[in-house]
């Protein structure tokens, strides 16, 4: 089974900066695409940013230039560096990783509990 952990969520003032990092752990697995979503309160879960599986980079186009994402592939690590931050960032932040089993070559997405953003005026 394969687990995210997310970690960095919580309350910043407009115009300041967070962090958010997702772990993913478990067995007989490899990552191909991770990636960030997210959910404001009445909203639908949209893509804030993600690396496909051949590496390419996403964005939202709303935090395209001050939203940046890093990966480690060897850690299963990825990070949002979130900057410039606007109240209409506000919302639960879910790690995501598209999943392949090594053992069985099943296909799984896999989802984090979500960590909360909260960005005040």
């Known amino acids: 089974q394969v687990r995210l952990v997310e970690s960095g969520g919580g309350l910043v003032q407009a115009g300041g900066s967070l962090r958010l990092s997702c772990q993913a752990s478990?067995?007989?697995?490899?990552?191909?695409?991770m990636g960030w979503f997210r959910q404001a309160p009445g909203k639908g879960r949209e893509l804030v940013s993600v690396?496909?599986?051949?590496?390419?980079?996403y964005y939202l186009d709303s935090v395209k230039g001050r939203f940046t994402i890093s990966r480690d592939k060897l850690k299963n690590t990825v990070d949002l560096q979130m900057n410039s931050l606007k109240p209409e960032d506000t919302a639960v932040y879910y790690c995501?990783?598209?999943?392949?089993?090594?053992?069985?070559?099943?296909?799984?997405?896999?989802w984090g509990q979500g960590t909360l953003v909260t960005v005040s005026s």
């Open positions: 995501m990783a598209a999943v392949v089993v090594t053992t069985t070559y099943r296909n799984l997405e896999v």
């Open positions: 478990g067995r007989n697995f490899a990552t191909s695409g």
């Open positions: 690396f496909d599986w051949l590496g390419g980079e």
